[in-house]
């Protein structure tokens, strides 16, 4: 995306802009059909069936059944959801979770929170590409395991994991497997059967809906504890009424990308396959990260040695993308993610994140390539 000001936004991974049909589809619903959905009159019944139709629409874009799919306020909620509800409802059968070394905060995090509370975590390793190995999960998982979490695909370098196989090592144990696809919903083929996994967590701004939204798949028949409770809302899973615009425009948003995702994906790898070819051709010992496991299509890790990543961000002054690689804070620390993968310390702080979407093209990619080649001349030679 190229504002009229010339700035290019590459940081589709921390959030997207809300697609105009989406944007389209909600309006009514801030405006007209603003009733609440549990009203058993005429504003009521529109709201309810317009929730509905945007059940169905994630079920479809996920190929599992409406009742499975429990509406939230975005990833983070969906993630604590899973994870602390299904640690209330079996902990009398065993405290032991396993998940990633390259987990979002929003898991992390919730782990971090359990321990505290008589849970043990066991943290699973990754290589070099940020891959982790299903005979690690082997190693680590015992019959008291009663939750596996693995994302689908990293945040930071895109590195796409072995879900299917995870999963099957979990359920062999007895372990409810989840996965946080928040960054891979609306991008790859993210069919909840294919990946044989129990709970899957969504977040809306991720595929083009807006922020405060999201959703969880939860396989039915799987009970957990709710963290919100009231009312009998999403089934018993989550109280409080429904938040009805924004659900709508997550239903649009997942009905597009069900529709588009193959033609985005084969375009948007191109795109990426351009930029990373021409980047590593005029800057030679640049490092690209997971470059060697298959990745989300749109994005693309870079590494500088012996240069800060806050520093590039200003000389790219017009260029919007992230250094959530590097030092966020300033303080000298790198990312944990390439800190998991090994990759060393004077890479890890010059690492950006360029990651592309539905509104970048050839033209956007030349420019990105004139911004680096202009504002990195000198540190070319390093």
């Known amino acids: 995306m190229k504002f009229e000001n010339g700035d290019i936004y590459l940081d589709y991974n921390a959030t997207t802009p809300v697609d105009p049909s989406v944007f389209e589809a909600m309006v009514p619903y801030y405006k007209r059909s603003f009733g609440n959905p549990s009203s058993e009159h005429r504003q009521g019944h529109s709201t309810r069936a317009a929730v509905l139709r945007a059940r169905r629409q994630v079920a479809s ?8 799919v429990i509406f939230t306020s975005g990833g983070s909620e969906s993630n604590n959801l899973i994870m602390k509800g299904h640690a209330i409802q079996q902990s009398s ?3 032991h979770m396993v998940i990633s070394a390259v987990e979002h905060p929003a898991i992390t995090q919730v782990a971090e929170y359990l321990t505290k509370h008589g849970f043990r975590v066991s943290i699973l390793p990754v290589d070099g590409q940020g891959l982790v190995s299903p005979e690690d999960l082997e190693e680590i998982i015992t019959s008291k395991t009663i939750l596996v979490s693995v994302m689908h695909a990293n945040n930071e370098v895109g590195t796409i994991q072995p879900i299917q196989e995870l999963a099957q090592i979990a359920h062999t144990h007895g372990a409810l497997f989840h996965t946080d696809a928040a960054q891979s919903v609306g991008k790859i083929a993210t069919l909840v059967d294919d ?5 899957l967590s969504i977040a809306g701004h991720k595929l083009y809906a807006p922020k405060g939204v999201g959703a969880l798949y939860l396989k039915r028949g799987i009970k957990i504890e709710p963290l919100i409770h009231g009312a009998n809302h999403e089934n018993g899973h989550r109280a409080g009424t429904e938040n009805v615009a924004q659900i709508v425009g997550l239903g ?5 990308a069900k529709n588009t995702i193959q033609q985005e994906q084969e375009r948007i790898a191109g795109l990426r396959a351009r930029l990373q070819t021409q980047l590593k051709l005029e800057f030679p010992q640049l490092r690209i990260n997971a470059q060697g ?3 989300l299509p749109n ?3 870079i590494s500088f040695p012996d240069l800060n990543a806050l520093d590039l961000m200003g000389k790219l002054e017009k260029l919007m993308v992230s250094a959530g690689a590097a030092c966020h804070s300033g303080d000298g620390k790198g990312s944990g993610v390439l800190e998991a993968m090994g990759v060393p310390l004077n890479y890890q702080l010059g690492t950006l994140r360029l990651s592309l ?3 970048c093209d050839n033209a956007l990619v030349d420019d990105v390539l004139k911004i680096f080649k202009s ?7 390093h």
């Open 357 to 359: 979407g539905r509104y």
């Open 195 to 199: 990946l044989e996994c129990d709970a």
């Open 93 to 95: 059968r065993g405290r």
């Open 299 to 301: 994005t693309l890790s």
């Open 293 to 295: 496991v298959e990745r």
């Open 61 to 68: 874009l996920l190929q599992c059944e409406p009742d499975e």
């Open 375 to 381: 504002a990195i001349k000198s540190e070319g030679s």
């Open 252 to 256: 649009a948003a997942a009905e597009l």
